[in-house]
Each structure stands twice: as C-alpha cells, then as structure tokens.
T-cell receptor
C-alpha cells in the first residue's frame, strides 16, 4: 500500500512569507501528526489531527497551524516565517495508534 | 513529564560486530515504545515497537529490542552490523495512549557510524 506522502519535498521561502505543507496519510489512517526536526531541538511535536479535529497541540506559537480534510489529508501552515523555522517537517499517520506511526519523507523548509 | 534519554550521541562499530543502542524512558504508566531509523535527508522508518507481552521484540533488518521495566530501558540490538546500517536511530515513547491525546516523545538520537 502507498505510504505517507508529503509535498513538496523542498521549499525555500523568505522571512515574513507564509508556507503551506501537505500530507496525505496511508489509506484508512485517520490520525495525522506533525513534527518539526531541527539540529538544535531535535524532533518536536507540533499537533495531531483526528477526523478533522485537532486533538493535541505542542508548544509552538500561533503562527503554526494546521487542518485536516474529510479524506484525512492534512495541511500545516506557517505564517510570518522566521529564520528559526528552517527545519525538516515530518508528518506521520496512524490507525488507531497501536500499529505505530508511519512517517513521510518530510518537507525540508529553508527560510532565508 | 514523559521523557526519553539516549545517552550516546555517536557510536562507531566495525562492520560485522554487534551493536547495542541504549534508551531509557521516564513514564508513569505502561509505555508504548518505538525505535525508528533515519537516513540523511529522509523520514523516519519504524524498526520495531513494544506495546505489551513478550519483552523481547523482533523488528526489521535484523534488529531486536528488549523492554526491561525494572531498568526503564528499551535497548536496541543487532548481532552483526552492516555498512548500510549507518544512520541515526531514535527511541520514542507514546504518551497518553488511552486518552486519545497521543503524541510521540523522541530521544535526541544516536548516530551510528560503521567502520570497515
């Protein structure tokens, strides 16, 4: 079966811009989580969506937001980009949680 | 708060030698534990998971891990390392498993280098 698909793979944005990242989960998976990976902070939880509802949110500023659609695809948005937002953003899907989390290849965001 | 500690930042192992990567967790309830591997520029691949039952868990690529509740540990092992195993390895625990408010908490990772 197809894995978790994240698009785009790479992005370069300028400070102050906004960006939208997309994640298509494994078919049948209804939970989608987002993580930020940086060399300094490691892997940090951003938020989790289940059936179009945000169930859990990490400790990130309000510039980071997301949503989930009825087909379980999810998007995350970062507004007013800062240099520190440069990171690998990973999406994971799961069903119903006990099977583990399957990650996509990530989106590498570079803010200049 | 729940946490995962991977005490070794880097480990170098000769090809063909055995490997053990250490992981300690801090979590009050029954932990759900994972090991993931990440190659440069890639996402995370699940190696194995522990939810309950047999404390010795077999995973992909010849890896295994043993859950020891008394030591709060979940160490990853492989009897013979291949050059293709060079990567970064992450231990993780799922918090709040039964509440619906789940998230993975990761360790800081261990980078494995394989020498010829």
């Amino acid at each position: 079966k197809a894995g978790v698909t994240q698009t785009p793979r790479y992005l370069i944005k300028t400070r102050g811009q906004q960006v939208t990242l997309s994640c298509s989960p494994i078919s049948g998976h209804r939970s989608v989580s987002w993580y930020q990976q940086t060399p300094g902070q490691g892997l940090q939880f951003l938020f989790e969506y289940f059936s179009e509802t945000q169930r859990n949110k990490g400790n990130f500023p309000g510039r980071f937001s997301g949503r989930q659609f009825s087909n379980s695809r999810s998007e995350m948005n970062v507004s007013t980009l800062e240099l520190g937002d440069s990171a690998l953003y990973l999406c994971a899907s799961s069903f119903p949680g006990r099977d583990g989390y399957t990650f996509g290849s990530g989106t590498r965001l570079t803010v200049v | 708060a729940q946490s995962v500690t991977q005490p070794d930042i880097h480990i170098t192992v000769s090809e063909g030698a055995s490997l053990e990567l250490r992981c300690n967790y801090s979590y009050g309830a029954t932990p759900y534990l994972f090991w993931y591997v990440q190659s440069p520029g890639q996402g995370l691949q699940l190696l194995l998971k522990y939810f309950s039952g047999d404390t010795l868990v077999q995973g992909i690529k010849g890896f295994e891990a043993e859950f020891k509740r008394s030591q709060s540990s979940f160490n990853l092992r492989k009897p013979s390392v291949h050059w293709s195993d060079a990567a970064e390895y992450f231990c993780a625990v799922v918090t709040n498993m039964n509440t619906g408010f789940q998230k993975l908490v990761f360790g800081t990772g261990t980078r494995l280098l394989v020498s010829p």
